[in-house]
């Protein structure tokens, strides 16, 4: 898979990794306004906060898979294994796929998960409903503070 294309907008592709979580934290922003009760605002504030630190871990995602991805000069070897590594969250494949089209290779990245079965709605973590939730895991939480990557 080294189809590699041209795209002259290639700066920005950074803000198509990170939206996700931006868009949700501005929506819990405004969440915190609706309701009058003290707590409720907290909550939503606190959501805000938590998905700002994931988007700033989205970010650092995005730059070393980029990194990955130029150094391979295509989706192979490392930069192969890490976009796998990057698939569990849809957050985490935004970024990944985002990485791909800023170097070039957006129809092998987007062909990848489309192989993989991943669809625009699935929006939870992979197992996010069973007993083996990564919301229980450390290491999700970790992930998503940007404390490991």
């Known amino acids: 898979m080294q189809t590699q294309t041209t ?54 995602e995005f730059r070393a898979l980029r990194h990955s991805v130029r150094v391979a000069k295509g989706l192979t070897g490392e930069a192969l294994a890490r ?12 970024a990944a796929i985002a990485a791909a089209h800023a170097e070039g290779f957006g129809a092998d990245a987007r062909a990848l998960v489309d192989g993989w079965g991943y669809k625009p709605w699935h929006v939870f973590p992979d197992r996010a409903f069973t007993f083996g939730s990564p919301f229980f895991k450390p290491a999700f939480w970790q992930s998503v503070l940007g404390l490991r990557r």
């Open 83 to 94: 976009f796998r590594a990057a698939r569990s969250t849809w957050c985490s494949r935004r």
């Open 7 to 60: 795209d002259p907008a290639r700066h920005i592709w950074f803000l198509r990794a990170t939206w996700p979580p931006l868009v949700l934290a501005v929506c819990c922003a405004l969440l915190s306004l609706v309701h009058a009760q003290l707590w409720w605002g907290l909550v939503c504030l606190g959501g805000a906060s938590l998905l700002c630190f994931d988007s700033v871990a989205r970010h650092r």
